[in-house]
C-alpha cells in the first residue's frame, strides 16, 4: 500500500502545482497583453497629435511664459486654448476646424504700459484635408485662416477682423513626423484709428515618437509683420508624454522656449501645457 499512495500524493501535489502555475502564467499573459494594448494606444495617439490636420478631436491648453520683454523688461503668460474638431464631409474628404483662442496676463509689454489680464484675439482655421495620405505619404490640408477681434484690452489685441489662407503639408515616416504650417492674415475690417493687419506666420517642424507614448519635438513659430517690417520668433525643444489622467486620455509637455528677432522678443522663457483627447 504504502509503494502505491506515496506516488498518488506526489502527483496530486504535481497536478496542484502545474494548476496554479498555468493560472499564474495565463494571468501574467492576460496583463501583458492589456499593458501592451495601452502602450500600442498611447504610441497611435502620441503619433496623431503630430498631425495638425489628424482624424482626433484634442484640446490642447498650451501656455507660453515669456521673461524680459522690451526696454522695461515685462512679462507675459499667454495661454492658447486650442480646440480641434475634424469633420467627415465626405467619404474622402475630412474638413479639420481649429480655434486658437490666447488668454493673456502680462505686465509692462509695451514699455511701462502697466498690467493687462484678459482674452487676446482669436484665430479660427479650416483644413479641408483628403482621408488618407498620398501615394508618397504626404498628408496635406488647405483652408480659411479668420482672425476674430476678440480682445477684451487694446494692448491685447488689434481691434481688426483678419482673412487669409491657411495650409498645412507633412510626411509621417515611422517615428519621424516633419512638415510645416502656414497662413497669412490681411485685416477686412475693424478700428479705424488701428494699424492694419498683414502677416505672415510660418511653423516649420520635426519630430520623434518613442515607445510608451513619448515623444520629441522642435519647431520654430515665426510671425512677419510685413507692414512694421517686424520678424518675432520662437524656438521650441518639446518634450511630451500619453498617459491617462483617471479615465481622459491625455497629453503632458513642456521645453524651453527660445526667442528671436526684433518684434519686441523677450530674453528668455519656456512652454508647458496639457492635451485632452477623445478618440472617436
Known amino acids: 500500500m504504502k509503494c502505491i499512495t506515496v506516488p498518488i500524493k506526489m502527483l496530486y501535489s504535481m497536478k496542484r502545482f502545474l494548476f496554479f502555475g498555468l493560472l499564474t502564467l495565463l494571468t501574467t499573459i492576460g496583463y501583458g497583453q492589456e499593458e501592451e494594448s495601452l502602450i500600442n494606444e498611447e504610441d497611435e495617439l502620441a503619433k496623431k497629435l503630430l498631425n495638425p490636420v489628424a482624424n482626433l478631436i484634442s484640446v490642447p491648453f498650451q501656455s507660453n511664459f515669456d521673461f524680459g520683454i522690451g526696454p522695461a523688461d ?4 499667454l495661454m492658447n486654448v486650442q480646440p ?12 479639420i476646424g481649429r480655434v486658437i483662442l490666447p488668454v493673456i496676463s502680462q505686465n509692462d509689454i509695451f514699455g511701462n504700459s502697466g498690467s493687462q489680464t484678459g482674452l487676446g484675439d482669436a484665430v479660427l482655421s479650416g483644413f479641408f484635408s483628403p482621408k488618407e495620405p498620398t501615394s508618397g505619404g504626404i498628408i496635406w490640408g488647405v483652408g480659411p485662416a479668420l482672425l476674430i477681434p476678440t480682445a477684451t484690452d487694446d ?32 485685416s477686412v475690417a475693424g478700428a479705424s484709428d488701428r494699424p492694419d493687419v498683414n502677416a505672415t506666420f510660418f511653423q516649420p517642424f520635426i519630430a520623434k515618437n518613442f515607445r510608451g507614448g513619448y ?21 521650441h525643444l518639446i518634450g511630451s508624454k500619453v498617459l491617462k489622467l483617471g479615465d ?27 492635451t485632452l483627447m477623445f478618440p472617436k
Open 215 to 235: 515623444a520629441l519635438a522642435l519647431n520654430t513659430e515665426l510671425t512677419q509683420d510685413w507692414n512694421r517690417d517686424a520678424t518675432l520668433g520662437y524656438i
Open 248 to 274: 481622459q486620455l491625455s497629453q503632458v509637455f513642456i521645453g524651453p522656449r527660445i526667442p528671436y528677432g526684433n518684434g519686441n522678443a523677450a530674453t528668455w522663457g519656456f512652454r508647458a501645457g496639457i
Open 74 to 77: 515685462g512679462s507675459r503668460w
Open 155 to 186: 494692448l491685447l489685441g488689434a481691434r481688426k477682423f483678419g482673412l487669409g489662407p491657411t495650409a498645412v503639408v507633412l510626411r509621417q515616416a515611422g517615428s519621424v513626423t516633419y512638415g510645416a504650417l502656414v497662413n497669412h492674415i490681411w
Open 84 to 95: 480641434v474638431v475634424p469633420i467627415s464631409i465626405s467619404e474622402d474628404w475630412n474638413l
